[in-house]
């Protein structure tokens, strides 16, 4: 035969003594902000020497054939006058920007996951015209 189990009680528990967050109610920051923009990302701000493109063609495709059913962003057209140098700072900053990983593969710049959006902010802001391409 098993021994009984003391039982727990399950009733209502006192509160705890303090809360550790009053203090931030007498700081004034007890409120979230209600407008869900305003978490938004803020914008792509550039310098005018930072800007590489002078309005030239780059097209934004989402693709997923042949990466395992992985969605990859491709960003090709680049202008041969841009440097290596270059297209490793733009990989960087825009890699850092978005928090995801990436690299260059045919002459084409990938991005993990589906960025089109930022992406096409980003290529404006450096000066290029990003055209959605594809599916």
């Known amino acids: 035969m098993s021994r009984k189990k003391e039982r727990l009680p399950t009733e209502s528990v006192e509160e705890f003594g303090s809360n550790p967050f009053d203090g ?9 902000p209600t407008n869900p923009s305003s978490l938004a990302s803020p914008k792509v701000k ?9 309005g030239e063609r780059l097209e934004v495709r989402r693709e997923k054939s042949g990466r395992g059913g992985k969605t990859v962003t491709t960003i090709k057209g680049f202008p041969s006058r841009i440097s290596q140098d270059d ?9 850092s920007r978005l928090g995801t990983g990436g690299g260059w593969r045919d002459n084409q710049m990938e991005i993990q996951g589906d960025q089109r959006e930022v992406i096409c902010e980003w290529l404006s802001a450096l000066g290029f015209r990003p055209v959605l391409a594809g599916g």
Do not use: A, I, T
């Open 24 to 32: 931030l109610v007498s700081e004034g920051l007890n409120s979230l």
């Open 46 to 54: 550039v310098s005018s020497s930072d800007k590489l493109g002078k």
């Open 87 to 95: 297209f490793k700072r733009m990989l960087k900053g825009l890699k």
